[in-house]
């Protein structure tokens, strides 16, 4: 099994990385950087199928288990989503379901990023990490 | 007197709050308006001295707010030229109305009739009228628009038959503010003995329309984008089609007489207004207009031409925007993306500076399908807005398209 480090940790690392950043200006920059940074899914999943329902963007999400870890991946075609996207997959992909499913997400509200977490946003974000997690619902399952 | 929109301002206790560390500029009016302290003082006026239940009580306060709620109505007949005062339905907004007089023609239409609408409706404008087609089995037929975001007025002719009921347009569309040649519409479907269904929930604010002169059969609006409260709006009806249509709701307030046997309806407005109505809602509309005639409609459509045509020239200037809807008679909305980059990350970094756009597909799918974009960014601009806040809009989308590049 790959060597991960705990989604505890990764989410650390984040909220570290972006508290460097004073002004919500530099935050969004670095989470643009981010966006383009992430690594480009093959065209063949961006299937209807694999996009996230309540997004004003689109988002594709795909995901397999590989040896006992799930790995994410995902793309969208608006920039900003595809930097929250990255964000979500640093700490999510290469877990253990178990560890997906059980995992808490306060540190979206943490980096600054709180406005997205609103239901009303639209964006998905909440809609994202639900579909994550019942992914990793049913990898567990699969495990069992 | 003269327009000054800096005295309007003062009558906005909402513009003057902050959002996000800058002062806010609202750019989202086609979605709801705000409203003046005229409008919420008359609502904290009959909260605070004759709230009561209306028509029924023979008490003072009943009577009292069943006179400020008849007074509205009046205003509304007043406003838009309304021949006979129980031609005004109150409703809770314009999906209502049209929901209402699509239940109702579930009465008249037959299998193998037209119900005509056009490609620039908004999502609640189309679904009633594909339900009442799948309830009837009519067909519903649509009129094409334009690369400019107007209608196809010759494709419109050929679409018209002696088959065609009725025709639903809007007065002007949500998406784009484009002005649709309405009065043109009413004529050529009346030709075909149609009955036209127009709805004016994004051109009340813009425009006060005179509907005894436009003869169409229905009128609907909303007073929320309108400076009045949510929750009210109106369905127009002429007098002969509204004692035709079936009662949409039963309730109290909508009969004349009940027995186990059989129940013989109240006369027209209160057929259509079943149970307690938003009383508060009615008198604040009343008040919305009040206040919209006292600035006056010219005015206002004057002062939004200038913002328009100043916003669409700055916004225009930045390498990479297109505008959506660029047919001549439009109303002051933009609605617009900047080459390679989604509407919805605009609308994020705009937000963020404390300017309120719409960003997405505004319940207008097929339009975007049209152009083939995801969505848009809008703007829509109320005679409260400044010129200075077009800047503050031109600069911030500057600074987004800088960033996301």
Known sequence: MKETRPITALQEELIDEFSLFDDWMDKYEHLIELGKGLPLIQPELKTDDKLIKGCQSKVWLHSELNDDTVVFTADSDAIITKGIIAVLIRVFSNQSPEAIVNADTSFIDEIGLKEHLSPTRANGLVSMIKQMKLYAVAYKAQLN | ?405
Request: aromatic share 8%; with cysteine; hydrophobic share 40%.
């Open chain 2, 1 to 405: 007197m003269a327009f000054d929109v800096q005295e309007i301002r003062k009558d906005f206790p909402i513009l003057h709050r902050e959002v996000n560390g800058h002062p806010l500029v609202y750019l989202d009016n086609a979605a709801t308006s705000q409203k003046p302290q005229q409008v919420i003082d008359a609502l904290v006026h009959y909260y605070s001295h004759y709230n009561a239940n209306i028509h029924r009580g023979v008490h003072t306060l009943s009577q009292e707010a069943t006179d400020a709620y008849e007074i509205a109505r009046k205003k509304i007949q007043e406003h838009f030229n309304i021949e006979h005062k129980e031609e005004v339905i109150f409703t809770s907004g314009t999906t209502q109305g049209i929901n209402l007089v699509a239940h109702g023609f579930s009465e008249f239409l037959n299998q193998g009739d037209e119900v005509i609408v056009s490609a620039l409706e908004h999502h609640s404008n189309i679904v009633p009228w594909q339900m009442l087609c799948e309830r009837t089995g009519a067909i519903l037929k649509v009129i094409p628009m334009d690369v400019d975001g107007t209608l196809v007025l010759s494709e419109f002719e050929q679409l018209l038959s002696s088959n065609t009921k009725l025709v639903f347009v809007n007065h002007i569309s949500n998406a784009l503010g484009i002005i649709n040649p309405i009065a043109e519409i009413i004529e050529k479907a009346h030709a075909v003995g149609a009955s036209v269904l127009i709805d004016g929930a994004q051109s009340c604010s813009h425009i006060k329309p005179d509907l005894r002169a436009l003869n169409c059969d229905f009128y609907v609006t909303s007073a929320h984008k309108m400076c009045g409260p949510t929750g009210v709006g109106i369905l127009y009806g002429k007098r002969e089609w509204l004692s035709k249509l079936p009662p949409y709701q039963g309730g109290g307030e909508m009969i004349k007489e009940v027995t186990f046997e059989k129940t013989t309806y109240a006369d027209l407005p209160h057929k259509f207004e079943a149970g307690t109505p938003n009383i508060a809602g009615g008198i604040g509309f009343g008040a919305a207009l009040d206040y919209l005639n006292g600035i006056g409609f010219d005015a206002i459509a004057q002062y939004e031409t200038e913002l328009l045509n100043y916003a669409t020239e700055e916004l225009l200037k930045i390498e990479g925007v297109t505008i959506y809807g660029t047919g001549s008679e439009k109303t002051s909305v933009i609605s617009f993306n900047i080459e390679g980059i989604h509407p919805y990350d605009i609308g994020t970094i705009v937000d963020k500076l404390g300017i309120a756009v719409r960003t997405g597909h505004h319940c207008a799918q097929p339009i975007m399908d049209f152009y083939n974009i995801p969505g848009t960014v809008r703007a829509s601009f109320a005679f409260y807005n400044t010129l200075e806040e077009v800047d503050r809009l031109v600069a911030a989308v500057k600074k987004a398209k800088m960033m996301l590049s």
